[in-house]
């Protein structure tokens, strides 16, 4: 089983920074993608940034040129660096990995326990 363990969040004011890393332990084996999501109050979990493990990166369009991903694959850590924060980034931030499934199945997913961002001043 992969267990994936987050740190970092807590309280920032608008236009500060914060950063959030995860690492991943147990089964670490054959992990294709390793990112972060995010769910607000009353909203559903919907993507942040994740990096694949040939290097390329997918932002959501609210992060992008202001959150950076960096994944350590000889460490198994994903870092999320979150710059020029704003009020609507408040949400609980969950690290999430993928491994890829034999067709035809759907990767398998796996969360962290999540960790809260509150963005106010």
């Known amino acids: 089983q992969l267990q994936l363990v987050e740190s970092g969040g807590g309280l920032a004011q608008p236009g500060g920074s914060l950063r959030l890393s995860c690492v991943a332990s147990?089964?670490?084996?054959?992990?294709?993608?390793m990112g972060w999501y995010r769910q607000a109050p009353g909203k559903q979990r919907e993507l942040v940034a994740v990096a694949t493990s040939a290097g390329s990166t997918n932002y959501a369009d609210s992060a992008k040129g202001r959150f950076t991903v960096h994944r350590d694959n000889t460490k198994f850590t994903v870092d999320l660096q979150m710059n020029s924060l704003k009020p609507e980034d408040t949400a609980v931030y969950y690290c999430?990995?993928?491994?890829?499934?034999?067709?035809?199945?759907?990767?398998?997913?796996?969360w962290g326990q999540g960790t809260q961002v509150t963005v106010s001043s």
């Open positions: 147990g089964a670490v084996f054959n992990i294709n993608s």
């Open positions: 999430n990995a993928e491994k890829i499934a034999p067709h035809p199945h759907p990767p398998f997913e796996y």
